[in-house]
């Protein structure tokens, strides 16, 4: 067990029952609604795909604010069809690869469209930024799909998808779109090395017959491990580093 994991659970049940208190009511009336209505899983993921396409094309021409407010419907499909699809019973290992595949592909429509932007306005040194980004959001995503055929379970860094998407959307709908991705560029890349300390790490233990096997000196496995912290959501640790986030954002706004 990791430091951030055995640390995290201190605040994280706090946490996660406020956020299910606040939002889980409303969250479960749509998906109930949805569900009675006969509306499929698969469906709301096409729709959610659709509409990041068009905000796709409106980052492209610079319209920031509208591909916002369509990112968030996006968003809210995607929430919603796993929650449909165990709400109405159609879950199924198809439904689970379609949603996959098709997250690849809205993240690669939203990148595509503000690098086509920058492209667009002469500034080459945000469409490398961006271009960055995209291949450390893929690499975030592809670095769990491989770990997890030789290990139990991946899940660990900090700018997986749903943070990667709220970035994004508040860089469209404030005005904030460099800072947040320079963000991306960074935190993205830094979670696919993390997921590959993990990975290592998991592996070592796993196939670990003495202490003899474990490779490495005490104080380079504590400086990776440091290094490499776990942020469990939900965990007071987690919410400290959404601190962070947000306090840079706000220097950018001039609101500190």
């Known amino acids: 067990m990791t430091v951030g994991v055995s640390m995290g659970s201190f605040g994280g049940n706090a946490f996660s029952k406020f956020f299910k208190m606040v939002g889980e009511r409303p969250v479960n009336a749509i998906v109930g609604l949805l569900s009675s209505q006969g509306v499929k899983p698969n469906m709301l993921t096409l729709v959610g795909l659709l509409l990041n396409v068009v905000a796709g094309v409106f980052l492209a021409m610079g319209f920031f604010l509208i591909a916002g407010i369509l990112m968030i419907g996006a968003g809210a499909c995607d929430l919603l069809d796993g929650r449909v699809a165990r709400a109405s019973q159609r879950v199924t290992k198809f439904g689970a690869f379609l949603d996959s595949v098709i997250d690849r592909y809205s993240d690669v429509v939203l990148f595509l469209g503000i690098a086509i932007h920058y492209l667009l306005q002469g500034d080459f040194g945000l469409l490398i930024v961006t271009l960055v980004g995209m291949i450390g959001s893929f690499m975030v995503s592809y670095t769990r799909a491989r770990a997890e055929n030789v290990v139990p379970s991946c899940k660990v860094g900090f700018l997986e998808r749903p943070e990667r998407v709220i970035l994004l959307i508040v860089g469209a709908l404030l005005d904030l779109m460099p800072p947040v991705l320079w963000m991306l560029a960074i935190l993205s890349h830094y979670t696919a090395a993390h997921r590959v300390y993990f990975v290592s790490q998991e592996l070592k233990a796993l196939e670990s017959a003495g ?35 947000c306090f840079i954002l706000f220097l950018h706004l001039g609101i500190l």
């Open 211 to 245: 202490p003899e096997a474990a490779a490495g000196s005490h104080f380079s496995k504590k400086l990776l491990s440091l290094f490499f912290y776990e942020l469990e959501r939900g965990s007071w640790q987690y919410i400290l580093a959404c601190v962070v986030v």
